[in-house]
């Protein structure tokens, strides 16, 4: 049983989280899905997912959730992935350029609670981090930045009409209220959970506010994925999963 909640920022000037199905030119999600803030924690860590400590990580219970602090945006850029003529190759066949959507100056409010609660919540206090840490792709670098370390308050608000954070998984909602001033997308089959390697199982729809503000919503009695429902400063209710 868990009784404290992590709270820290990530933030940078670009973030790519690669939607796996788009080859031509590299989608991304809006935000990072749940197997890569778990990639991230093991960053700081410096947990080897080939290691036993790896695999046990793998199979800890982690709840994370978050919310938008700055709006949802994105662009199309060109880069070359492919390095320079003199490594080999050369011509333009090898310097092609690659179409990425990059989010510009995603801002995210990290929660979590789990087994490395402890531990995760003194590296990210002391800016520490065995590995580097970035927003989906190397070139994303970001630094978690400690916030909050509080009790864990949970609430049930199945059945009955309330604000949550605004990101959201669709298979925890069974009803939303469509506000007159909302701005409302569906970020579509994110990956659920990390099995080892490059290996990832199941998929998740999330419902989002691409403002950051709350989705006003009656949540399932019986959510399909495991979830915990936390109330934070004030009023503020952020489902973790």
């Avoid at 997912?49 to 046990?56: I, M, P, R, T």
């Avoid at 990956?191 to 399932?220: D, S, W």
Wanted: charged share 20%; proline share 6%; hydrophobic share 35%.
């Amino acid at each position: 049983m868990y009784d404290k909640v992590l709270a820290f920022s990530l933030k940078s000037s670009v973030a790519h989280f690669r939607q796996p199905d788009t080859t031509a030119t590299h989608a991304t999600y809006p935000f990072p899905p749940r197997p890569t803030i778990h990639g991230l924690l093991a960053s700081v860590l410096g947990i080897d997912f080939d290691s036993e400590d790896g695999e046990k990580f793998l199979h800890e219970e982690h709840f994370i959730g978050f919310t938008l602090i700055n709006p949802v945006r994105t662009v199309i850029a060109q880069m070359s992935m492919h390095g320079k003529g003199f490594t080999g190759g050369g011509g333009d066949t090898f310097n092609r350029l690659t179409t990425i959507e990059l989010v510009v100056s995603p801002n995210y409010l990290v929660y979590y609670t789990g087994c490395r609660l402890n531990e995760l919540t003194e590296r990210i206090k002391t800016s520490q981090s065995v590995y580097h840490t970035y927003l989906g792709s190397a070139y994303c670098l970001t630094f978690p930045s400690f916030k909050n370390f509080f009790p864990l308050v949970e609430e049930i608000p199945a059945g009955e009409p309330g604000s949550l954070a605004c990101v959201v998984p669709q298979n925890v909602i069974k009803e939303i209220f469509v506000e007159s001033d909302g701005n409302y997308a569906l970020a579509r089959a994110l990956p659920y959970r990390h099995i080892g390697g490059r290996i990832f199982e199941q998929t998740v729809n999330v419902v989002y506010e691409k403002n950051g503000k709350p989705l006003r919503l009656i949540a399932q009695k019986k959510p399909e994925i495991a979830c915990k429902f936390i109330k934070v400063s004030g009023e503020k209710v952020i489902c973790l999963w």
